[in-house]
């Protein structure tokens, strides 16, 4: 079963995959690697502590085989000041 690493960026923390996982396939580590960055995104990105996870997935030659990222962007638009009638 081919193992893969998944390297994990959110903000400025970089946490490299020393450990991999085992998986049938590429499309079940993609899956894995989605989660992973979503559960990440919702614990992280609303607090301010990160505005973007990525997951970078690797295979056992540590060769890039995908990325997934997680983004949050915030576009206030505060509101018009209220006229007053005349």
């Known amino acids: 079963m081919p193992r893969f690493y998944f390297d994990v960026c959110d903000g400025t923390r970089f ?3 020393d450990e991999s996982m085992e998986f049938d ?8 690697a989605s989660a992973a960055a979503a559960e ?3 614990d992280r990105l609303p607090t301010g502590d990160a505005r973007e996870v ?7 030659r540590h060769r890039r ?3 997934v990222r997680v983004l949050m962007e915030v576009d206030r638009v505060e509101p018009q000041p209220e006229r007053p009638l005349a």
């Open 65 to 67: 085989l995908l990325t």
């Open 15 to 17: 946490v490299p995959d």
């Open 40 to 42: 990440i995104g919702r």
């Open 25 to 32: 396939g590429l499309d079940d580590a993609e899956h894995e």
């Open 54 to 60: 990525t997951v970078k997935v690797k295979n056992e």
